[in-house]
C-alpha cells in the first residue's frame, strides 16, 4: 500500500480498494474462476454479503477460519515488521475481541471444504 502512497489506515481508501476489487472478484466469478477474498472479513454480516453475492453467481463457496491465539498473531507480526506506525500487543488484544467469529450454524451455510477443517487452534508460530 505504502508503494501505491495509500496509507494503510485510511479506511476510506481501504473501502474503494476493497470494493474494486469484489467488482473484478464478481467478474472472474461470473467466468467461471476462483477467488480468494482476504481482507477484513471480520463480522458475519460482512462474510455473509460476500458469500450471497457469490453465491447469486453460481459460485461454490468456502470459509476458512484458523483462530489462532493473540499473542502467536501479534508474534507473526512483530516479525514481518511492515506497518507504519508499528501495530501494538494492544491493538491485535482490542481487534480480536471485536472479530465475530463463524459459527457451527455460520459455517453451515458454506460449501465444504475437502481441503481444510472447519476449525484448527494452532499453537506456536
Do not use: L, S
Given at each position: 500500500m505504502e508503494a501505491l502512497g495509500i496509507n494503510l489506515w485510511d479506511s476510506e481508501a481501504r473501502q474503494r480498494i476493497e470494493n474494486l476489487q469484489?467488482?473484478?472478484?464478481?467478474?472472474v466469478l461470473r467466468h467461471g474462476g476462483s477467488v480468494v477474498i482476504e481482507w477484513g472479513t471480520w463480522g458475519r454480516s460482512e462474510r455473509d454479503t460476500l458469500r450471497i453475492g457469490a453465491q447469486k453467481l453460481g459460485a461454490a463457496v468456502e470459509l476458512h477460519f484458523l483462530d489462532v491465539p493473540v499473542d502467536v498473531l501479534f508474534k507473526r507480526i512483530q516479525h514481518r515488521n511492515a506497518e507504519t506506525p508499528a501495530i501494538t500487543f494492544k491493538d491485535v488484544r482490542a481487534w480480536s475481541q471485536k472479530f465475530e467469529r463463524p459459527t457451527f450454524e455460520e459455517m453451515a451455510l458454506y460449501d465444504r471444504s475437502f481441503t481444510q477443517p472447519f476449525h484448527k487452534s494452532v499453537e506456536g508460530s
Open positions: 469484489w467488482d473484478f472478484a464478481q467478474q
